[in-house]
């Protein structure tokens, strides 16, 4: 389904800016901003009766989004 490409894409997207994120304050809180964003459309969507059949795709991406934002929670600069 194009909605699971999209926002894989996106997550995709995050994972990158993470593995190279450069060593300031200022990139971890936006880089932590987009991964909210992401994830709280991503959670409002899993909620729509239309998409509960792709509950484990939105599960994954959750869960990877998730997963960056506690790193980068345990990023001091």
């Given at each position: 389904?194009?909605?699971?490409?999209?926002?894989?894409k996106e997550?995709?997207?995050?994972?990158?800016?993470?593995?190279?994120?450069?060593?300031?304050?200022?990139?971890?809180?936006?880089?932590?901003?987009?991964?909210?964003e992401v994830?709280?459309?991503?959670?409002?969507?899993?909620?729509?009766?239309?998409?509960?059949?792709?509950?484990?795709?939105?599960?994954?991406?959750?869960?990877?989004?998730?997963?960056?934002?506690?790193?980068?929670?345990?990023?001091?600069?």
């Amino acid at each position: 389904m194009n909605l699971i490409k999209n926002y894989t894409k996106e997550v995709e997207a995050i994972e990158i800016k993470f593995d190279s994120l450069p060593q300031d304050q200022s990139s971890k809180d936006r880089l932590k901003e987009e991964a909210h964003e992401v994830l709280a459309r991503l959670k409002k969507d899993q909620d729509t009766e239309e998409y509960f059949d792709l509950n484990d795709d939105f599960e994954d991406l959750i869960f990877r989004l998730i997963s960056i934002i506690g790193q980068l929670d345990e990023i001091h600069f």
